[in-house]
Structures are given as C-alpha cells and as structure tokens.
C-alpha cells in the first residue's frame, strides 16, 4: 500500500528558505499515471495548493508563490521535495505531500501532513 | 485562477438527514472536480473525483453530480462519522484551486 511521510524542520525563521521532504513507500514515483504535489492548510483556515511535479520534473506552481517555490524530485531515492523562500509568519501552516492521479483522477493518496511554524 | 464557491459554508444537521452541498466554479471546469472530507487533525481523503466517481473504498451513501460550473455532493443518509468538513477541487487547469470548505456539524 502506497504510503507518503513529510519530513522536514517544523520551525523555520522568518526570511530562510522552508525545505520539507516527502518520501514514497510501497511504490514507484517514476510512473506517468501520477504526479506530485504539495498543499498547505494555515491554521483553522482552508487548502492551498502550491504545486505539483512529474516524475519527468516537469513542474506546475501557484502563481502566487511561485517567485518562492522550488518543487524537485529524486527518483533514485523516491523523494520529491518543496523548498519556500524567505518565509513570513503567513506561512506558518500544516504542509501536506500527495499523490494526484492523472486525468481528473483527484489527490488519492496524502501524506500525514507536519507542521511548520515560521518563527524567530 | 479558477474560482470555486461552495455552500453552504456551514451545515447544521442530523444523523439520518440527507444533506447537499454545493461548488460552483467561475468558469467551465468540465468534470475535473473532486471531493474531499477533512476531520481535525487529519489530511483529506478523497470522496469522488471526476466529479461522479465514488473512489474506492468510500460508503455509497456519498455521491456526486454536476459538470461545468455547478457541482453538488449528496450524503444520501448521515452517519456519525460524517461529521467532519468538506472541500471541492478543480483539476481543470492550473493552477489547482479548492473551495472554501463546508463543515458540517451535529444539529
């Protein structure tokens, strides 16, 4: 059973760069069934994409954050990553990795989420 | 950015009740719409995607309809697990956009 684990510092300074990890189990990241993606959810509020990538490394950003975020992925260790530039407090958030199946197929597979907080 | 509406954004109701939520998108989306239910403290789970079909492993008490612009998703018989908050998504076109959320609570 695919299975996704977020990794990553859960405190970040304001204005460094957030770097998180999701690690794929109990299946391949190079398959062009799927791509993968991060979303965000502040706290008590709603979900925010902010990008997806193909096992190709193609990429998809939202437009605003893209000027920000940097998604890559390792398909040697079935890894794909998100870094966040110069981070405010308004990114302070739970940041979930998930798995999209192609073709309207929706997020089927998500990972626990962690928790990132953007503090001196 | 595609915008999506949901309503209500709010829903007091009884286990039994049929309920129906709403999302309606700014612009044409054909049926590249998901759902999603969220309990506190979870990631989502994904309920219906290509806007009428049930994924796997999901109670058939959920359904959904729509194309276009106006989706809906029916709970045909509240159980009490149900209680949680619910997202649609569009998958139409970049960049992805969820709605607001409903959530759902205990009359």
């Known amino acids: 059973q695919l299975q996704l684990q977020e990794s990553g510092p859960g405190l970040v300074k304001p204005s460094e760069t957030l770097s998180l990890t999701c690690t794929v189990s109990g299946g391949s990241i190079s398959s062009s069934s799927y791509y993968w993606g991060w979303i965000r959810q502040p706290p008590g509020k709603g979900l925010e994409w902010i990008g997806s990538?193909?096992?190709?490394?193609?990429?998809y950003y939202n437009p605003s954050l893209k000027s920000r975020v940097t998604i890559s992925v390792d398909t040697s260790k079935n890894q794909f990553s998100l870094k966040l530039s110069s981070v405010t407090a308004a990114d302070t958030a739970v940041y979930y990795c998930a798995r999209t199946v192609t073709y309207a197929g929706g997020m089927d597979v998500w990972g626990q989420g962690t928790t990132v907080t953007v503090s001196s | 950015d595609i915008q999506l509406t949901q309503s209500p954004s709010f829903l007091s109701a009884s286990v039994g009740d049929r309920v129906t939520i709403t999302c309606r998108a700014s612009q044409g989306i054909s049926s590249y719409l998901a759902w999603y239910q969220q309990k506190p403290g979870k990631a989502p789970k994904l309920l219906i995607y290509?806007?009428?079909t049930l994924q796997s492993g999901v109670p058939s008490r959920f359904s959904g309809s729509g194309s276009g612009t106006e989706f809906t998703l029916t709970i045909s018989s509240l159980q009490p697990e149900d209680f949680a908050t619910y997202y649609c998504?569009?998958?139409?076109?970049?960049?992805?956009?969820f709605g607001q959320g409903t959530r759902l609570e205990i009359k």
């Open positions: 990538i193909y096992y190709s490394g193609s990429t």
């Open positions: 290509a806007a009428s």
């Open positions: 998504q569009q998958l139409n076109s970049y960049p992805i956009t």
